[in-house]
T-cell receptor, first 116, second 121 residues
Framework: AQTVTQSQPEMSVQEAETVTLSCTYD???????LFWYKQPPSRQMILVIR??????QNATENRFSVNFQKAAKSFSLKISDSQLGDTAMYFC?????????????FGTGTRLQVTL | GAVVSQHPSWVICKSGTSVKIECRSL??????MFWYRQFPKQSLMLMAT?????????EQGVEKDKFLINHASLTLSTLTVTSAHPEDSSFYIC?????????????????FGPGTRLTVL
């Protein structure tokens, strides 16, 4: 079974600064995907970024980037130029590749507060 | 992007009654839908995986007779909480994955509904 661990229950960052959220996971699979989801107060789950495990290059989406260390089973999220709208719960998630729809395993989440 | 709706967005019911929650994919066909449960300030826990035209697969510890799932069409899955009790009060979220076989470079993305808040008195 796969497990996802987020060791930072809460973090705070000032507007325009950079913050890194940590995530580690455990799996014996070689083909899988990793995700960061954002859940704002509305509670709608929003995909922030994804990483295919077979790709060595770290994924980037505008101000969001990841540091994927496959051997260390680490998948951190860096948010640059933080904005007030980034305030939310952030969940790291794992999906095994099966060729069809597969379930997501979520970490416990990190609550990020962006302050003025 | 693909849109998933849930109905109702919130519901309050009396203990012992049954409540049905609908999950619809509005602009795509979903072979598979997933039902998650989220307690306050906690993560999402998968309850069951629902495949169109077949029985749902429940996660360990989830009572299948209490949480009835029906995936009758490629755009609709329903979760019925039977004989609800206060401990069933929670936020229920569904997600839907489009029809088709994914490749390693084109995974089967999950699109999430907005969630349903259930309060059992």
């Amino acid at each position: 079974a796969q497990t996802v661990t987020q060791s930072q229950p809460e973090m705070s960052v000032q507007e325009a600064e950079t913050v890194t959220l940590s995530c580690t996971y455990d799996t014996s699979e070689s083909n899988y995907y990793l995700f960061w989801y954002k859940q704002p107060p509305s509670r709608q789950m929003i995909l922030v970024i994804r990483q295919e495990a077979y790709k060595q290059q770290n994924a980037t989406e505008n101000r969001f980037s990841v540091n994927f260390q496959k051997a260390a089973k680490s998948f951190s999220l860096k948010i640059s130029d933080s904005q007030l709208g980034d305030t939310a719960m952030y969940f790291c998630a794992f999906m095994m590749y099966t060729g069809t729809a597969s379930k997501l395993t979520f970490g416990t989440g990190t609550r990020l507060q962006v302050t003025l | 992007g693909a849109v998933v709706s849930q109905h109702p967005s919130w519901v309050i019911c009396k203990s012992g009654t049954s409540v049905k929650i609908e999950c619809r994919s509005l602009d795509f066909q979903a072979t598979t839908m997933f039902w998650y449960r989220q307690f306050p300030k906690q993560s999402l826990m998968l309850m069951a995986t629902s495949n169109e035209g077949s029985k749902a697969t429940y996660e360990q510890g989830v009572e299948k007779d209490k949480f009835l799932i029906n995936h009758a069409s490629l755009t609709l899955s329903t979760l019925t909480v039977t004989s609800a009790h206060p401990e069933d009060s929670s936020f229920y979220i569904c997600s839907a994955s489009p029809r088709g076989r994914g490749s390693l470079s084109s995974y089967n993305e999950q699109f999430f509904g907005p969630g349903t808040r259930l309060t059992v008195l």
